[in-house]
């Protein structure tokens, strides 16, 4: 097979990382990471507690910069362009690049208002064209058939999978290009979940997506490349940073992964 | 770093140990079922057909194990392999099993025909590379021994020729007119049951290899050793012969 012809098979990036390093303060939480993240596909981030995969995809859309003793070193490249360059605007890589936490966090606002907020800020005032964008992120998410009749209501009165999916309806109202996960469904009972992942796999052809889980299956249900994360005990100085094992297909990581820390990690021979 | 999902692993290994103790078996009836042949030995033959359906019902036993490890424990990464060789190997054991029974109705068929020495020797050195094979499988597996494992179609090889030699001497003896056609009829599947008793052996070793490195056998390559030695019967020492020299 020529480069071109295996070329034409890959996705393109989205994200590029070299060498990235982040601090807390003089703490390492993780370091060298060097992957890539191709355009509509699922990759997952799994590891042990303290492996520094939050913290990565925290790194996606500067969430980092949030933390006062944050620091990123090397370089995260979004399309090409380094996302830490002083001349960008961080709240515009929030746009491009949204979020949705362990945590369902709806605004205590009504449904409506909670997916409109976005979109208000950015400057979208008329009310019909609202009201398409709010349809249109609650039918992307899955949740318009369930809280048509009630959009005044507030968003606090859904249910746990619900208010997840709301908060979803509320990342896609912007039009992102990508949607990062923290660990979206670990307070979801099993039919949430199911409804969740379900919806990933339906919108990841608009949408790029990065997601932590803590659940391995889940790892293995719904992304397409997953990235094993470690941590790491420097005998010394008995300080641990997180370090990227592997980055590969799915179907791989949990057949033959190639890094006996996988192996021992996805059989649960280590923890 | 302490070890997670403790009786999930016991359990697993719960599992490899009863597909040894099914081989096992096997490895034990190929010499009975050789026994019972050379011997006209009508009482063991029977034992021994009779014999099968118990190997029967603990296939299914291991295989339904095998079920609820998958269903239940979702395993991954060499534990999934493990599960996905058990499953594959239990059917190369209980078919090895069939064979050897087949051996022992083979037996009663030719019972009371006297079979001529070359005949009964090559019918031994058969039995005994079958078992070799067998039991070197099942060592494969229990050691996780991908070398020994990849040695398993080079000594199927040598049971391949034995058979090519068997035929040739079948031909031999009923031109002579020491057996009856039917006799080599019998005597000619029986040569093919212990080449595929062998062929089993070298599947099982080829699930071991799956374990240990994660590569699906590839059946697209000619087996080199075995057109090597199977084109060459003079390769192979006539059993008897190479004992005088």
């Given at each position: 097979m020529s480069a071109d012809a295996a070329g034409a098979t890959q996705p393109p990036y989205v994200f590029s990382t070299t060498d990235v390093a982040v601090y807390y303060g003089d703490f390492r939480a993780v370091r060298d990471v060097n992957l890539q993240i191709r355009q509509h596909e699922i990759t997952a981030f799994i590891g042990p507690s303290g492996c520094g995969k939050s913290t990565m995809l925290r790194c996606f859309n500067r969430m980092n910069d949030l933390i006062p003793s944050a620091r990123v070193e090397g370089a995260v490249e979004y399309h090409g362009v380094n996302l830490y360059d002083p001349q960008v605007n961080a709240v515009e890589v929030r746009r491009r690049i949204g979020m949705v936490f362990q945590k369902a966090n709806p605004f205590p606002k009504s449904i409506y208002d909670n997916v409109a907020y976005g979109p208000k800020l950015s400057g979208v005032k008329k009310k019909d064209e609202l009201d398409d964008i709010v349809e249109r992120s609650l039918k992307r998410a899955a949740l318009w058939d369930e809280v048509k009749d009630r959009?005044?209501?507030?968003?606090?009165?859904?249910s746990g999978g619900q208010q997840q999916r709301l908060c979803i309806a509320r990342a896609v109202a912007v039009d992102p290009e990508v949607l990062l996960m923290d660990e979206p469904c670990s307070a979801l009972d099993p039919i949430a979940t199911a409804r969740i992942e379900d919806l990933m796999q339906e919108i990841k052809d608009e949408y790029t997506i990065v997601i932590v889980t803590h659940n391995m299956q889940q790892a293995a249900r719904v992304s397409d490349r997953v990235a094993f994360f470690t941590t790491e005990v420097n005998t010394e100085s008995d300080r641990r940073t997180g370090v990227l094992v592997e980055y590969d297909l799915t179907g791989k990581i949990f057949s033959t992964p190639g890094d006996d820390r996988t192996e021992a990690y996805v059989t649960g021979r280590f923890g | 770093m302490d070890e997670l999902r403790k009786s999930y692993h016991l359990d697993l290994d719960h599992a490899r140990t009863e597909l040894a103790l099914l081989a096992a078996r096997v490895v034990e009836i190929i010499p009975r079922a050789t026994a019972v042949l050379l011997d006209g030995d009508l009482e063991g033959a029977d034992l021994l057909i009779r014999g099968d359906a118990e190997i029967d019902a603990h296939s299914v036993e291991v295989e339904e194990h095998c079920v609820q490890i998958l269903a239940r424990q979702a395993p991954v990464a060499s534990d999934l392999r493990v599960v996905l060789a058990l499953l594959k190997m239990i059917a190369e054991i209980e078919r090895s099993a069939d064979l050897a029974a087949n051996i022992c109705k083979a037996s009663r068929r030719i019972y009371g025909h006297d079979l001529d020495p070359k005949l009964r020797g090559i019918i031994a050195r058969m039995g005994e590379q079958a078992g070799a094979i067998f039991a070197a499988a099942i060592e494969a597996f229990q050691e996780n021994d991908a070398a020994k494992a990849a040695a398993l179609d080079d000594m199927d090889a040598y049971l391949d020729a034995l058979q090519k030699q068997f035929v040739a001497a079948i031909f031999e003896s009923q031109a002579a007119g020491r057996i009856d056609l039917q006799v080599a009829v019998q005597l000619a599947m029986v040569a093919r049951f212990y080449e595929r008793i062998g062929d089993h052996g070298v599947n099982m070793g080829e699930r071991v290899l799956y374990i240990v490195t994660g590569k699906v056998p590839d059946h697209s390559k000619p087996k080199r050793m075995k057109i090597e030695i199977g084109d060459n019967l003079e390769a192979v020492p006539v059993v008897g012969e190479a004992e005088d020299s």
């Amino acid at each position: 097979m020529s480069a071109d012809a295996a070329g034409a098979t890959q996705p393109p990036y989205v994200f590029s990382t070299t060498d990235v390093a982040v601090y807390y303060g003089d703490f390492r939480a993780v370091r060298d990471v060097n992957l890539q993240i191709r355009q509509h596909e699922i990759t997952a981030f799994i590891g042990p507690s303290g492996c520094g995969k939050s913290t990565m995809l925290r790194c996606f859309n500067r969430m980092n910069d949030l933390i006062p003793s944050a620091r990123v070193e090397g370089a995260v490249e979004y399309h090409g362009v380094n996302l830490y360059d002083p001349q960008v605007n961080a709240v515009e890589v929030r746009r491009r690049i949204g979020m949705v936490f362990q945590k369902a966090n709806p605004f205590p606002k009504s449904i409506y208002d909670n997916v409109a907020y976005g979109p208000k800020l950015s400057g979208v005032k008329k009310k019909d064209e609202l009201d398409d964008i709010v349809e249109r992120s609650l039918k992307r998410a899955a949740l318009w058939d369930e809280v048509k009749d009630r959009l005044k209501s507030s968003g606090l009165g859904l249910s746990g999978g619900q208010q997840q999916r709301l908060c979803i309806a509320r990342a896609v109202a912007v039009d992102p290009e990508v949607l990062l996960m923290d660990e979206p469904c670990s307070a979801l009972d099993p039919i949430a979940t199911a409804r969740i992942e379900d919806l990933m796999q339906e919108i990841k052809d608009e949408y790029t997506i990065v997601i932590v889980t803590h659940n391995m299956q889940q790892a293995a249900r719904v992304s397409d490349r997953v990235a094993f994360f470690t941590t790491e005990v420097n005998t010394e100085s008995d300080r641990r940073t997180g370090v990227l094992v592997e980055y590969d297909l799915t179907g791989k990581i949990f057949s033959t992964p190639g890094d006996d820390r996988t192996e021992a990690y996805v059989t649960g021979r280590f923890g | 770093m302490d070890e997670l999902r403790k009786s999930y692993h016991l359990d697993l290994d719960h599992a490899r140990t009863e597909l040894a103790l099914l081989a096992a078996r096997v490895v034990e009836i190929i010499p009975r079922a050789t026994a019972v042949l050379l011997d006209g030995d009508l009482e063991g033959a029977d034992l021994l057909i009779r014999g099968d359906a118990e190997i029967d019902a603990h296939s299914v036993e291991v295989e339904e194990h095998c079920v609820q490890i998958l269903a239940r424990q979702a395993p991954v990464a060499s534990d999934l392999r493990v599960v996905l060789a058990l499953l594959k190997m239990i059917a190369e054991i209980e078919r090895s099993a069939d064979l050897a029974a087949n051996i022992c109705k083979a037996s009663r068929r030719i019972y009371g025909h006297d079979l001529d020495p070359k005949l009964r020797g090559i019918i031994a050195r058969m039995g005994e590379q079958a078992g070799a094979i067998f039991a070197a499988a099942i060592e494969a597996f229990q050691e996780n021994d991908a070398a020994k494992a990849a040695a398993l179609d080079d000594m199927d090889a040598y049971l391949d020729a034995l058979q090519k030699q068997f035929v040739a001497a079948i031909f031999e003896s009923q031109a002579a007119g020491r057996i009856d056609l039917q006799v080599a009829v019998q005597l000619a599947m029986v040569a093919r049951f212990y080449e595929r008793i062998g062929d089993h052996g070298v599947n099982m070793g080829e699930r071991v290899l799956y374990i240990v490195t994660g590569k699906v056998p590839d059946h697209s390559k000619p087996k080199r050793m075995k057109i090597e030695i199977g084109d060459n019967l003079e390769a192979v020492p006539v059993v008897g012969e190479a004992e005088d020299s």
